[in-house]
């Protein structure tokens, strides 16, 4: 018969699954898969028997013949149920009466149908928030608008499904709370300056809050910081009047080394009247290179002197 040729079939179908399960190590599944093909094996056996005794009784062996039919159907109903795949990155937290029993590695599983187990997927993979800009005030009363990125992973996939009902929402509101409070303790000039470091310390606090929900921080980086417009010009003003304030230190300080420099020469000059002659007659020489149309001659002192001397 058709049927029986069928149920056969599906017996060693059956067997398949149940050494998938006992090699799988899912003891409890294989208990039960093996309970029921024991009694649909039996019942099975019974009905192709009935089934075959009873052909000349065409009504009775129609009744058989329906139950056959819904054997048949069984293993098409109850095994596909009982089957879930957990991809590498996933770890599937199984409750079974809405009791928590463990955790399904990745690849092929076998769960109790019909709603007796329930498995809850939870990707391991590093998630990406990004928390909204939020106005804060820091400690010198600057209003400023931070946002920020978020980087955390799963490690405990027990705690993120058993101990917050959303953890990736909760991950991010807390890290708004954090960024405000951490941000609103250090002044302006600080957050610009020390940005790695409160990024440290972002992490530290966002990392130590979300352990219990077994949440792994990596990383937190502060993306950008608006200044109001006022606070803006004023930083320009300061910052234009710091170049002005170096650049008169630099010239003056320029200055004062020529100074320095041409009293030194003066100096040399002193000692050997003769040299500020030789001086005077290179800088004409210069003048000469220029093709100036007028020339300056230095007239010296001790020349004026001496017809001052002979007109007494």
Do not use: C
């Not at 009784?57 to 329906?66: D, H, M, N, Y």
């Not at 939870?122 to 978020?150: C, G, H, M, S, Y």
């Not at 996939?157 to 953890?167: D, G, Q, R, S």
């Not at 002044?187 to 790695?196: N, V």
Request: proline share 4%; hydrophobic share 55%.
């Amino acid at each position: 018969m058709v049927l029986a040729v069928i149920i056969l079939i599906e017996a060693a179908w059956w067997i398949v699954w149940m050494t998938l399960a006992l090699w799988r190590k899912i003891y409890a599944n294989f208990y039960f898969m093996l309970a029921v093909f024991v009694v649909w094996g039996v019942l099975a056996f019974i009905g192709v028997n009935n089934t075959a005794a009873s052909m000349a009784l065409e009504q009775e062996a129609i009744g058989w013949l329906i139950l056959l039919f819904i054997l048949a159907m069984v293993p098409f109903i109850l095994l596909p149920g009982m089957v879930t795949i957990i991809n590498e990155y996933q770890r599937g937290v199984l409750f079974r009466l809405g009791r928590l029993v463990g955790l399904l590695q990745p690849g092929f599983n076998i769960i109790f149908p019909f709603g007796i187990d329930r498995v809850i997927k939870i990707d391991l993979r590093t998630f990406t928030i990004d928390v909204a800009k939020q106005e804060v005030i820091t400690k010198d009363n600057v209003p400023v608008l931070v946002d920020a990125v978020v980087y955390f992973n799963v490690f405990d996939p027990k705690l993120a499904v058993t101990k917050v009902a959303n953890y990736t929402q909760s991950t991010t509101l807390l890290g708004q709370t954090i960024l405000r409070s951490v941000l609103g303790q250090h002044e302006l000039d600080e957050i610009l300056a020390k940005r790695a470091e409160l990024n440290e310390v972002l992490r530290k606090l966002l990392d130590e809050a979300t352990d219990p929900w077994g949440i792994k921080v990596t990383a937190v980086e502060i993306k950008s910081i608006e200044l109001p417009e006022t606070m803006k010009r004023a930083m320009a003003k300061q910052a234009e009047a710091e170049r002005e304030r170096r650049a008169k230190i630099i010239a003056a300080d320029g200055e004062f080394q020529a100074a320095q420099k041409l009293l030194d020469a003066a100096s040399v000059i002193s000692k050997e009247p003769s040299a500020l002659q030789l001086r005077y007659l290179q800088t004409l020489s210069e003048i000469a290179v220029e093709k100036n149309s007028t020339i300056l001659f230095p007239l010296p002192i001790e020349l004026l002197k001496a017809f001052s001397a002979d007109k007494q």
